[in-house]
């Protein structure tokens, strides 16, 4: 069993920037990619950002040049830097842990509980 754990979301005006951490515990062995979902009301969860153990990264389009996917690994914890946010970037956000197979991104089965990223305008 693996847990990941959530924080740093909150209230922001727009252009303001938040920093979310994910830690993992329990059953881990080596992790080979990381990513940060996000899911607005109404709306499909959609993959924002992932990172490979070894350091590559990955960045759906409407978040590229604001956000930045980062990860310790001795800390088995990923973090996602958000700059120049925007009402649009509402949100929960959700961490996963996964694989990169030809450049895509599949997360496994383990899911954080998310947490509430919310843009004022």
């Known amino acids: 069993q693996v847990r990941l754990v959530e924080s740093g979301g909150g209230l922001v005006q727009a252009g303001g920037s938040l920093r979310l951490s994910c830690a993992a515990s329990g059953s881990i062995s080596s992790i080979n990619a990381w990513g940060w979902y996000r899911q607005a009301p109404g709306k499909e969860r959609e993959l924002v950002a992932s990172?490979?153990?070894?350091?590559?990264?990955n960045y759906a389009d409407s978040v590229k040049g604001r956000f930045t996917i980062s990860r310790d690994n001795a800390k088995n914890t990923v973090y996602l830097q958000m700059n120049s946010l925007k009402p649009e970037d509402t949100a929960v956000y959700y961490c996963?842990?996964?694989?990169?197979?030809?450049?895509?991104?599949?997360?496994?089965?383990?899911w954080g509980q998310g947490t509430q990223v919310t843009v004022s305008s």
């Open positions: 990172i490979r153990a070894i350091g590559s990264t």
């Open positions: 996963t842990q996964g694989t990169v197979n030809a450049g895509t991104y599949y997360p496994s089965g383990y």
